[in-house]
T-cell receptor, first 117, second 117 residues
Protein backbone atom coordinates (compact mmCIF):
# COMPACT_ATOMS: atom_id res chain seq x y z
CA UNK A 1 0.00 0.00 0.00
CA UNK A 2 1.21 3.47 -0.75
CA UNK A 3 2.28 5.48 2.24
CA UNK A 4 1.74 8.82 0.54
CA UNK A 5 -1.01 9.33 -2.02
CA UNK A 6 -1.37 12.36 -4.24
CA UNK A 7 -4.45 11.76 -6.35
CA UNK A 8 -4.10 14.75 -8.68
CA UNK A 9 -1.42 14.18 -11.34
CA UNK A 10 -2.09 17.64 -12.76
CA UNK A 11 -4.09 20.73 -11.87
CA UNK A 12 -4.84 24.12 -13.34
CA UNK A 13 -5.60 27.26 -11.39
CA UNK A 14 -6.29 30.82 -12.45
CA UNK A 15 -3.79 33.42 -11.33
CA UNK A 16 -4.74 35.06 -8.01
CA UNK A 17 -7.08 32.24 -7.04
CA UNK A 18 -6.47 29.77 -4.22
CA UNK A 19 -5.73 26.11 -4.90
CA UNK A 20 -5.65 22.98 -2.77
CA UNK A 21 -3.30 20.09 -3.51
CA UNK A 22 -4.37 16.83 -1.93
CA UNK A 23 -2.22 14.46 0.09
CA UNK A 24 -3.24 11.48 2.17
CA UNK A 25 -0.87 9.35 4.17
CA UNK A 26 -0.80 6.00 5.86
CA UNK A 27 1.12 5.32 9.06
CA UNK A 28 0.66 3.66 12.42
CA UNK A 29 3.59 5.57 13.90
CA UNK A 30 2.36 8.03 16.60
CA UNK A 31 5.15 10.47 15.82
CA UNK A 32 5.64 11.63 12.26
CA UNK A 33 6.14 14.69 10.14
CA UNK A 34 4.60 15.83 6.89
CA UNK A 35 6.37 17.96 4.31
CA UNK A 36 5.60 19.73 1.08
CA UNK A 37 8.27 20.42 -1.49
CA UNK A 38 8.08 22.43 -4.72
CA UNK A 39 10.06 21.48 -7.80
CA UNK A 40 10.17 24.10 -10.57
CA UNK A 41 11.22 23.14 -14.08
CA UNK A 42 14.82 23.91 -13.11
CA UNK A 43 14.77 20.70 -11.07
CA UNK A 44 15.76 21.72 -7.57
CA UNK A 45 13.51 20.68 -4.70
CA UNK A 46 12.43 23.56 -2.49
CA UNK A 47 11.10 22.93 1.02
CA UNK A 48 7.81 24.77 1.58
CA UNK A 49 6.15 23.75 4.82
CA UNK A 50 6.20 21.22 7.65
CA UNK A 51 3.56 19.80 9.98
CA UNK A 52 4.43 17.61 12.96
CA UNK A 53 1.98 14.97 14.09
CA UNK A 54 1.63 16.56 17.53
CA UNK A 55 1.14 20.09 16.25
CA UNK A 56 -2.26 21.41 17.29
CA UNK A 57 -2.30 24.26 14.80
CA UNK A 58 -2.13 24.00 11.05
CA UNK A 59 1.23 25.11 9.72
CA UNK A 60 1.43 28.31 7.69
CA UNK A 61 4.30 29.90 5.74
CA UNK A 62 3.36 33.02 3.85
CA UNK A 63 0.93 32.06 1.09
CA UNK A 64 1.24 28.37 1.96
CA UNK A 65 -0.81 26.62 4.58
CA UNK A 66 -1.19 22.97 5.42
CA UNK A 67 -4.69 21.72 6.13
CA UNK A 68 -3.88 18.91 8.58
CA UNK A 69 -6.73 16.54 9.35
CA UNK A 70 -5.19 13.87 11.53
CA UNK A 71 -8.21 11.60 11.85
CA UNK A 72 -8.61 11.53 8.09
CA UNK A 73 -4.84 11.23 7.58
CA UNK A 74 -4.77 14.08 5.15
CA UNK A 75 -2.28 16.91 4.78
CA UNK A 76 -3.46 19.12 1.94
CA UNK A 77 -1.41 22.08 0.79
CA UNK A 78 -3.31 25.31 0.23
CA UNK A 79 -1.73 28.03 -1.88
CA UNK A 80 -3.52 31.34 -1.64
CA UNK A 81 -3.45 34.01 -4.36
CA UNK A 82 -1.67 31.86 -6.95
CA UNK A 83 1.13 33.41 -8.96
CA UNK A 84 2.60 32.40 -12.30
CA UNK A 85 5.77 31.41 -10.48
CA UNK A 86 3.83 28.77 -8.54
CA UNK A 87 3.69 26.61 -11.67
CA UNK A 88 5.74 23.56 -10.67
CA UNK A 89 5.60 19.98 -9.43
CA UNK A 90 4.57 19.66 -5.81
CA UNK A 91 5.52 16.69 -3.66
CA UNK A 92 4.06 15.62 -0.37
CA UNK A 93 6.37 13.59 1.88
CA UNK A 94 6.23 11.89 5.25
CA UNK A 95 8.85 11.07 7.87
CA UNK A 96 8.01 8.32 10.38
CA UNK A 97 9.99 8.89 13.56
CA UNK A 98 9.86 5.34 14.92
CA UNK A 99 9.02 3.26 11.90
CA UNK A 100 11.24 1.14 9.75
CA UNK A 101 12.08 3.98 7.39
CA UNK A 102 14.67 5.24 9.91
CA UNK A 103 13.41 8.78 9.74
CA UNK A 104 13.82 9.04 5.98
CA UNK A 105 11.30 10.77 3.76
CA UNK A 106 8.68 8.86 1.81
CA UNK A 107 7.48 10.85 -1.19
CA UNK A 108 4.24 10.88 -3.11
CA UNK A 109 4.22 10.85 -6.89
CA UNK A 110 3.61 14.54 -7.16
CA UNK A 111 1.06 16.97 -8.58
CA UNK A 112 1.89 19.25 -11.49
CA UNK A 113 0.34 22.65 -10.93
CA UNK A 114 -0.12 25.05 -13.82
CA UNK A 115 -1.15 28.64 -13.11
CA UNK A 116 -3.02 30.34 -15.95
CA UNK A 117 -2.71 34.10 -16.50
CA UNK B 1 22.35 29.09 3.59
CA UNK B 2 22.68 25.36 3.21
CA UNK B 3 24.24 24.44 -0.05
CA UNK B 4 24.19 21.05 -1.71
CA UNK B 5 26.04 20.82 -4.98
CA UNK B 6 26.17 18.06 -7.55
CA UNK B 7 29.06 17.60 -9.94
CA UNK B 8 27.05 17.78 -13.17
CA UNK B 9 23.64 19.06 -14.25
CA UNK B 10 23.62 16.94 -17.40
CA UNK B 11 25.54 13.77 -18.17
CA UNK B 12 25.50 11.44 -21.15
CA UNK B 13 27.15 8.03 -20.82
CA UNK B 14 27.29 4.83 -22.81
CA UNK B 15 25.93 1.47 -21.75
CA UNK B 16 28.49 -0.42 -19.68
CA UNK B 17 30.43 2.64 -18.55
CA UNK B 18 31.20 3.22 -14.89
CA UNK B 19 29.55 6.44 -13.78
CA UNK B 20 30.29 8.58 -10.74
CA UNK B 21 27.84 11.17 -9.46
CA UNK B 22 29.29 13.42 -6.79
CA UNK B 23 27.45 15.37 -4.12
CA UNK B 24 28.91 17.85 -1.65
CA UNK B 25 27.17 19.67 1.22
CA UNK B 26 28.57 22.51 3.28
CA UNK B 27 26.44 22.33 6.44
CA UNK B 28 28.22 19.55 8.32
CA UNK B 29 25.13 17.35 8.00
CA UNK B 30 25.37 13.78 9.22
CA UNK B 31 22.78 12.37 6.82
CA UNK B 32 23.02 12.27 3.05
CA UNK B 33 20.76 10.70 0.48
CA UNK B 34 20.60 9.71 -3.18
CA UNK B 35 17.26 9.59 -4.98
CA UNK B 36 16.21 8.97 -8.51
CA UNK B 37 13.19 10.69 -9.96
CA UNK B 38 11.16 9.36 -12.85
CA UNK B 39 7.92 10.77 -14.28
CA UNK B 40 4.88 9.38 -12.52
CA UNK B 41 6.97 7.62 -9.88
CA UNK B 42 8.04 10.49 -7.66
CA UNK B 43 11.32 10.27 -5.77
CA UNK B 44 12.68 6.89 -4.82
CA UNK B 45 15.50 6.42 -2.34
CA UNK B 46 18.54 4.58 -3.68
CA UNK B 47 20.98 4.77 -0.76
CA UNK B 48 21.55 6.89 2.29
CA UNK B 49 24.33 7.46 4.75
CA UNK B 50 24.07 8.61 8.36
CA UNK B 51 27.79 8.93 8.99
CA UNK B 52 31.17 8.72 7.32
CA UNK B 53 31.79 5.27 5.87
CA UNK B 54 28.26 4.19 6.80
CA UNK B 55 25.68 3.39 4.16
CA UNK B 56 22.25 1.88 4.05
CA UNK B 57 20.21 0.58 1.15
CA UNK B 58 17.10 2.45 0.23
CA UNK B 59 14.18 1.18 -1.80
CA UNK B 60 15.95 0.64 -5.14
CA UNK B 61 19.68 -0.07 -4.55
CA UNK B 62 20.12 -2.61 -7.34
CA UNK B 63 22.70 -1.54 -9.88
CA UNK B 64 24.11 1.20 -7.65
CA UNK B 65 26.73 1.58 -4.96
CA UNK B 66 27.82 4.54 -2.84
CA UNK B 67 30.85 5.89 -1.09
CA UNK B 68 31.19 8.30 1.81
CA UNK B 69 34.81 8.81 2.75
CA UNK B 70 34.32 12.36 4.05
CA UNK B 71 31.39 13.85 5.88
CA UNK B 72 30.65 16.46 3.24
CA UNK B 73 30.81 14.18 0.20
CA UNK B 74 28.53 11.36 -0.89
CA UNK B 75 29.11 9.63 -4.20
CA UNK B 76 26.74 7.48 -6.21
CA UNK B 77 28.34 4.89 -8.48
CA UNK B 78 26.80 3.08 -11.39
CA UNK B 79 29.17 0.14 -11.86
CA UNK B 80 27.96 -0.65 -15.37
CA UNK B 81 25.45 1.87 -16.63
CA UNK B 82 22.34 0.59 -18.37
CA UNK B 83 19.65 2.39 -20.34
CA UNK B 84 17.09 1.83 -17.58
CA UNK B 85 19.25 4.01 -15.34
CA UNK B 86 18.49 7.03 -17.49
CA UNK B 87 16.88 9.32 -14.95
CA UNK B 88 17.13 12.45 -12.82
CA UNK B 89 19.35 11.91 -9.77
CA UNK B 90 18.90 14.07 -6.71
CA UNK B 91 21.20 14.30 -3.72
CA UNK B 92 20.03 15.61 -0.35
CA UNK B 93 21.39 16.18 3.13
CA UNK B 94 19.86 16.59 6.57
CA UNK B 95 21.07 17.37 10.06
CA UNK B 96 21.14 14.65 12.70
CA UNK B 97 18.23 13.49 14.83
CA UNK B 98 14.52 13.84 14.29
CA UNK B 99 11.37 14.39 16.28
CA UNK B 100 7.99 15.57 15.27
CA UNK B 101 8.54 18.98 16.88
CA UNK B 102 11.20 19.90 14.37
CA UNK B 103 11.24 19.60 10.64
CA UNK B 104 14.87 18.62 10.03
CA UNK B 105 14.00 19.03 6.40
CA UNK B 106 16.20 17.62 3.70
CA UNK B 107 18.10 20.06 1.54
CA UNK B 108 18.43 19.08 -2.09
CA UNK B 109 21.01 19.65 -4.75
CA UNK B 110 20.06 20.86 -8.26
CA UNK B 111 19.94 17.33 -9.68
CA UNK B 112 21.82 15.51 -12.43
CA UNK B 113 19.98 14.43 -15.55
CA UNK B 114 21.73 11.26 -16.64
CA UNK B 115 21.18 9.77 -20.06
CA UNK B 116 22.59 6.33 -20.82
CA UNK B 117 22.71 5.48 -24.52
Amino acid sequence: AQKITQTQPGMFVQEKEAVTLDCTYDTSDPSYGLFWYKQPSSGEMIFLIYQGSYDQQNATEGRYSLNFQKARKSANLVISASQLGDSAMYFCAMREDYGGSQGNLIFGKGTKLSVKP
Amino acid sequence: DVKVTQSSRYLVKRTGEKVFLECVQDMDHENMFWYRQDPGLGLRLIYFSYDVKMKEKGDIPEGYSVSREKKERFSLILESASTNQTSMYLCASRGGGFDSLSSYEQYFGPGTRLTVT
